[in-house]
């Protein structure tokens, strides 16, 4: 007898994880107004999967086209037997690096050495801003903001930036840099 859910079967594809693993779903664009844009105006989009458990928050998939997008929670669906996630298109790598500490040898205090080199990450990055200049130097700085998958924390540096502000929303990362 045909259903609706074996209906919505045929719209599945073939999704690849960033690490290869293949999974069906479907990648569809969301009404405006139904989920908050979270001050990102790149076209929102939406994954739909029937199987519990075979994408989470912060992974990253590719679709037929190759694009990469970071995945993201979205919360209860609607429909059942179906879970829904959040996409947000990669469209840079940057390089990720955090000061490390240690232990001055003589005086036994810690302090911060070299940078570690932690490698690329993916991001969206949008909304390019300036901040009011600094009351004591007068000089005003471009901020960008970030979404990224990798567990940033503030003072790291991200292309030659330093995280000034961090928030965790929807399971994925949300950083200021300039």
């Given at each position: 007898?045909?259903?609706?859910?074996?209906?919505?079967?045929?719209?599945?594809t073939t999704i690849v994880k960033e690490n290869g693993q293949p999974f069906y779903g479907t990648i569809m664009p969301?009404?405006?107004g139904e989920i908050p844009s979270y001050d990102f105006s790149i076209p929102r989009?939406?994954?739909?999967?029937?199987?519990q458990g075979i994408v989470s928050p912060r992974n990253i998939i590719l679709d037929d086209l190759s694009q990469r997008y970071i995945v993201a929670s979205h919360g209860h669906s609607q429909h059942g037997g179906h879970f829904t996630f959040r996409l947000f298109k990669v469209n840079a790598d940057f390089a990720w690096k955090r000061a490390t500490t240690g232990k001055d040898t003589l005086t036994g205090l810690s302090r911060e050495s070299a940078e570690q080199d932690l490698g690329l990450i993916p991001c969206l990055v949008e909304m390019t801003g300036r901040q009011f200049p600094d009351s004591v130097?007068?000089?005003?700085?471009?901020?960008?903001r970030i979404l990224t998958s990798a567990e940033l924390a503030l003072g790291d540096r991200v292309d030659d930036a330093i995280?000034?502000?961090i928030?965790?929303?929807l399971g994925v990362t949300y950083g200021e840099i300039s």
């Open positions: 007898m045909p259903s609706l859910q074996s209906a919505a079967l045929r719209f599945q969301v009404e405006e989009l939406m994954l739909r999967t029937t199987v130097t007068n000089i005003a700085e471009e901020t960008r995280v000034r502000r928030d965790t929303a």
